[in-house]
């Protein structure tokens, strides 16, 4: 429904929801207690994630307002660092940003910062955002704190350690690296279908 334009993301949740608990009253699992937990959680992660906005848009004023994102862009291309080389090291700091914060903090602190040096740069948004997206997706998987190692240990066998996980979780991170690679150096895996859909 997001896709084809029928539905926003916001409205499509909601439908995702409605399901969700419907599909818990016909399996007969729906109580009180269910959905007492699920509004408590829900209730944590909205406040969370509205917490890292207030202070990630109170960096972000106080940046501007003393002009950091003037002197960081000066500072790029005053070094001469070419688009391609600039990319490299912002791809370099999310991948590293990964293993410490999550995904939501580097989206609202990072991304407003470094989003403005590549309009200068001239780079396609459109494939720098497929690129972040990708990278992001990699802080996932990337230990200590990736969403799916945690997800995982809690429904994995008790003989399953955490440190077989991290171990197990290698190949996968590899192959992210190598599909993040491929669109680095292939934009058009990003881009032609958005540009054909898009007309």
């Not at 699992?29 to 007492?36: A, I, V």
């Not at 992660?45 to 000066?74: E, K, Q, S």
């Not at 948004?125 to 997206?133: D, F, K, R, S």
Request: net charge neutral; glycine share 10%.
């Amino acid at each position: 429904s997001i896709f084809a334009g029928v539905a926003s993301p916001t409205e499509a949740a909601a439908v995702g929801a409605f399901g969700a608990t419907l599909l818990t009253v016909l399996q007969k699992r729906f109580s009180y207690r269910t959905l007492k937990s699920v509004m408590v959680e829900t209730t944590h992660l909205t406040c969370m994630v509205f917490l890292i906005l207030v202070g990630a848009t109170a960096f972000g004023l106080v940046f501007r307002g003393m002009h950091g994102d003037a002197y960081l862009t000066n500072l790029i291309l005053s070094a001469n660092m070419s688009p391609g080389a600039f990319l490299a090291l912002v791809m370099v700091m999310i991948f590293v940003a990964g293993f410490f914060i999550d995904f939501i903090e580097i989206t609202f602190i990072i991304v407003p910062v470094v989003a403005p040096i590549f309009v200068t740069l001239g780079v396609d948004l459109l494939w720098l955002g497929i690129l972040i997206a990708m990278n992001l997706q990699t802080s996932f998987l990337t230990p200590p704190f990736g969403f799916a190692l945690f997800y995982l240990k809690g429904v994995a066998p008790p003989e399953v350690r955490t440190g077989h996980i991290y171990r197990g979780i290698i190949p996968f991170i590899i192959i992210q690296l190598i599909g993040l690679t491929l669109v680095i150096t292939f934009p058009e895996m990003a881009t032609s279908l958005p540009k054909y859909l898009g007309g």
